[in-house]
């Protein structure tokens, strides 16, 4: 009987283990998909800026 309670209890930590592991995975995925957002926000950003840039330059020549 100990000995079923103990294997339980492990087999619970493992299951608790590998939901643990998959809700991680989950997050880094979706870090990573922010990271890229964030990413191309700021290189529209840039290049919003470089184009009012090289325009203000033009007109006032």
Do not use: K, T
């Amino acid at each position: 009987m100990e000995e079923l309670r103990r294997r339980n209890i492990e087999l619970s930590r493992e299951e608790a283990e590998e939901r643990l592991c998959s809700q991680l995975a989950e997050l880094e995925v979706e870090s990573l998909d922010q990271a890229r957002n964030y990413h191309n926000r700021m290189l529209f950003l840039m290049d919003q800026i470089s184009r009012l840039s090289s325009s203000s330059l033009a007109a006032s020549s």
